[in-house]
């Protein structure tokens, strides 16, 4: 099993920043894909932003030019920078991370406990 531990949400004022965090442990052969999704009240969860082990960025379009990530492949871990937050970003922001625990194993969806990030107007 491969567990998705997450930090750093919030309340920050609209303009504001914040940095999370998020560390997968346990049985991890290999990970390919981590990102970040969130889910507003009353919406569907949605894509934040990707990266492989490789390096290959995704963003949505609502977080370009405001949102950065990054990643340690060496301790399993993704960075996501939010900056200019807006009050449209209040969502629960979940980790993902597509991983297998084993070379013969299929590559698996893992998913974090969800961390709250606020920005007031």
């Known amino acids: 099993q491969v567990q998705l531990v997450e930090s750093g949400g919030g309340l920050v004022q609209a303009g504001g920043s914040l940095r999370l965090s998020c560390a997968a442990s346990?049985?991890?052969?290999?990970?390919?894909?981590m990102g970040w999704y969130r889910q507003a009240p009353g919406k569907q969860r949605e894509l934040v932003t990707t990266?492989?082990?490789?390096?290959?960025?995704n963003y949505a379009d609502s977080v370009k030019g405001r949102f950065t990530i990054s990643r340690d492949n060496a301790k399993n871990t993704v960075f996501p920078q939010m900056n200019s937050l807006k009050p449209e970003d209040t969502a629960v922001y979940y980790c993902?991370?597509?991983?297998?625990?084993?070379?013969?194993?299929?590559?698996?969806?893992?998913w974090g406990q969800g961390t709250q990030v606020t920005v007031s107007s």
């Open positions: 346990g049985s991890i052969f290999s990970i390919n894909v």
């Open positions: 993902n991370a597509g991983a297998k625990t084993s070379f013969y194993a299929h590559v698996q969806d893992y």
């Open positions: 990266i492989t082990s490789g390096g290959r960025l």
